[in-house]
C-alpha cells in the first residue's frame, strides 16, 4: 500500500464507522418507530357522553361500521339551546337545518379531551359530529394514514347517508392532524380536486391547466376575502394607523 494514501484509507474508514452507520441506524430506528411516533392514541374501556360535562341532554353517543367492519363510537354534540332524549329526537333537530361540524381531531388523546372545543362549536349554533379514529378511546383496530383517511369518509357517509344530511349544510373542522384527515375527505367528493387528480395522471394538459386557474383564483380571492374581513373586524386598518 502505498503510505501516502494509507491515511485517507483510514479516514474514509472513520468517516463510515463514525459517520454513516450512526446515521443509518437513526434512520432505521426512527422509521421503525415512525407509527408510534405519529399516533398517541389514549385508550380507555368506554367513553361515555357524561364525560363531555355537559348539560344532559346535550351530547349524544352515536356509532357507525367502517368498510372492513369496525365500529367507532363519538358524540354528537347539540347546539346551544337544544336538548333530546333520543336518537329520533336528534334527528328531528338536525332536520332544523343548522349546520353540521363534522370534527376530526389529532394525533393524541381521545374525544374525551376535545369536548372543549366542540362545546364552543355547539355554543356557535352548530351540530357537532366528533369521532375517535380507529385504535383511539374505546375503538378497535390500529391507526395509520390509509385507516385513517377511510375512517374519516366512513365519517362523512354516515353524516350525508345515514343521517341524511345535505353536503353543503357540513363543515369539516381539523385539528393538527385531523386537518390532513379533513383534506382526504376534500379529495374522495366528485369536484375539482378528483378532477385535477385525474388529469395530471391521464395527461389531459388543458384540464390542467384550468384546474390550475381556478384554483389560482380562488386563492386570489380567498386573500381578498380575508383582507376585507380583516378591516372590519381591526378599525386601525380601515384609518391607515
Same mark, same amino acid.
Given at each position: 500500500?502505498?503510505?501516502?494514501?494509507?491515511?485517507?484509507?483510514?479516514?474514509?474508514?472513520?468517516?463510515?464507522?463514525?459517520?454513516?452507520?450512526?446515521?443509518?441506524?437513526?434512520?432505521?430506528?426512527?422509521?421503525?418507530?415512525?407509527?408510534?411516533?405519529?399516533?398517541?392514541?389514549?385508550?380507555?374501556?368506554?367513553?361515555?357522553?357524561?364525560?363531555? @360535562?355537559?348539560?344532559?341532554?346535550?351530547?349524544?353517543?352515536?356509532?357507525?361500521?367502517?368498510?372492513?367492519?369496525?365500529?367507532?363510537?363519538?358524540?354528537?354534540?347539540?347546539?346551544?339551546?337544544?336538548?333530546?332524549?333520543?336518537?329520533?329526537?336528534?334527528?328531528?333537530?338536525?332536520?332544523?337545518?343548522?349546520?353540521?361540524?363534522?370534527?376530526?381531531?389529532?394525533?393524541?388523546?381521545?374525544?374525551?379531551?376535545?369536548?372543549?372545543?366542540?362545546?364552543?362549536?355547539?355554543?356557535?349554533?352548530?351540530?357537532?359530529?366528533?369521532?375517535?379514529? @380507529?385504535?383511539?378511546?374505546?375503538?378497535?383496530?390500529?391507526?395509520?394514514?390509509?385507516?385513517?383517511?377511510?375512517?374519516? @369518509?366512513?365519517?362523512?357517509?354516515?353524516?350525508?347517508?345515514?343521517?341524511?344530511?345535505?353536503?353543503?349544510?357540513?363543515?369539516?373542522?381539523?385539528?393538527?392532524?385531523?386537518?390532513?384527515?379533513?383534506?382526504?375527505?376534500?379529495?374522495?367528493?366528485?369536484?375539482?380536486?378528483?378532477?385535477?387528480?385525474?388529469?395530471?395522471?391521464?395527461?389531459?394538459?388543458?384540464?390542467?391547466?384550468?384546474?390550475?386557474?381556478?384554483?389560482?383564483?380562488?386563492?386570489?380571492?380567498?386573500?381578498?376575502?380575508?383582507?376585507?374581513?380583516?378591516?372590519?373586524?381591526?378599525? @386601525?386598518?380601515?384609518?391607515?394607523?
Amino acid at each position: 500500500m502505498n503510505p501516502r494514501f494509507g491515511w485517507k484509507r483510514r479516514l474514509g474508514r472513520g468517516v463510515l464507522l463514525f459517520g454513516v452507520a450512526p446515521y443509518l441506524f437513526l434512520v432505521g430506528l426512527f422509521g421503525a418507530m415512525q407509527r408510534s411516533l405519529i399516533y398517541i392514541p389514549s385508550k380507555e374501556e368506554s367513553i361515555r357522553p357524561e364525560a363531555a @360535562r355537559l348539560l344532559p341532554g346535550r351530547v349524544h353517543a352515536i356509532a357507525l361500521e367502517t368498510d372492513d367492519d369496525l365500529k367507532l363510537n363519538g358524540w354528537h354534540f347539540l347546539a346551544e339551546g337544544r336538548k333530546a332524549e333520543n336518537r329520533a329526537e336528534c334527528d328531528r333537530m338536525l332536520a332544523e337545518g343548522r349546520n353540521l361540524v363534522l370534527y376530526f381531531p389529532g394525533n393524541a388523546g381521545n374525544r374525551r379531551n376535545r369536548n372543549l372545543d366542540c362545546k364552543d362549536l355547539a355554543d356557535l349554533g352548530l351540530d357537532v359530529f366528533l369521532f375517535d379514529y @380507529r385504535g383511539y378511546g374505546d375503538n378497535p383496530g390500529s391507526p395509520s394514514e390509509e385507516r385513517l383517511a377511510a375512517d374519516a @369518509r366512513s365519517v362523512w357517509q354516515y353524516a350525508t347517508e345515514t343521517r341524511d344530511l345535505a353536503s353543503e349544510r357540513i363543515l369539516l373542522y381539523g385539528e393538527s392532524l385531523g386537518g390532513a384527515v379533513a383534506t382526504e375527505v376534500v379529495f374522495a367528493w366528485p369536484g375539482m380536486g378528483r378532477v385535477a387528480v385525474e388529469a395530471i395522471l391521464t395527461r389531459d394538459y388543458p384540464l390542467i391547466v384550468a384546474t390550475t386557474a381556478m384554483a389560482a383564483i380562488l386563492v386570489v380571492l380567498g386573500n381578498l376575502l380575508a383582507d376585507i374581513g380583516y378591516a372590519f373586524v381591526d378599525p @386601525r386598518l380601515r384609518s391607515g394607523s
